[in-house]
Nanobody, 124 residues
Framework: QVQLVESGGGVVQAGGSLRLSCAASGRTFSSYAMGWFRQAPGKEREFVAALNWSGSSTRYADSVKGRFTISRDNAKNTVYLQMNSLNPEDTAVYYC?????????????????WGQGTQVTVSS
């Protein structure tokens, strides 16, 4: 069992930056691939970024490539999402998720555990 708690969301002006954190409970955190997803009002949840257990393999949505960076610290049981050059289209609730698979995946149905989400609002 893994419990995930996101933090770091807030309100930021366009062009600004935020760093989201996702703290995981459980001794097997380093066994999980981790992902970030987001859901904007009236839209379906969409993939943002993912990485494998060691952080050596990453995957990004085209919409965030070059602006967002996913990373993890297995000693702290934490995964991060550094978000730069934010724009209003990035406004959403951001969720982290854990997947027992080896390869970081963009498919939400592959993930086994989800956090409660953190709100990110980018003002123009």
């Amino acid at each position: 069992q893994v419990q995930l708690v996101e933090s770091g969301g807030g309100v930021v002006q366009a062009g600004g930056s935020l760093r989201l954190s996702c703290a995981a409970s459980g001794r097997t955190f380093s066994s999980y691939a981790m992902g970030w997803f987001r859901q904007a009002p009236g839209k379906e949840r969409e993939f943002v970024a993912a990485l494998n257990w060691s952080g050596s393999s990453t995957r990004y949505a085209d919409s965030v490539k070059g602006r967002f960076t996913i990373s993890r610290d297995n000693a702290k049981n934490t995964v991060y999402l550094q978000m730069n050059s934010l724009n209003p289209e990035d406004t959403a609730v951001y969720y982290c998720a854990a997947d027992l698979g080896v390869v970081p995946t963009s498919f939400s149905e592959e993930y086994d555990y989800w956090g409660q989400g953190t709100q990110v609002t980018v003002s123009s």
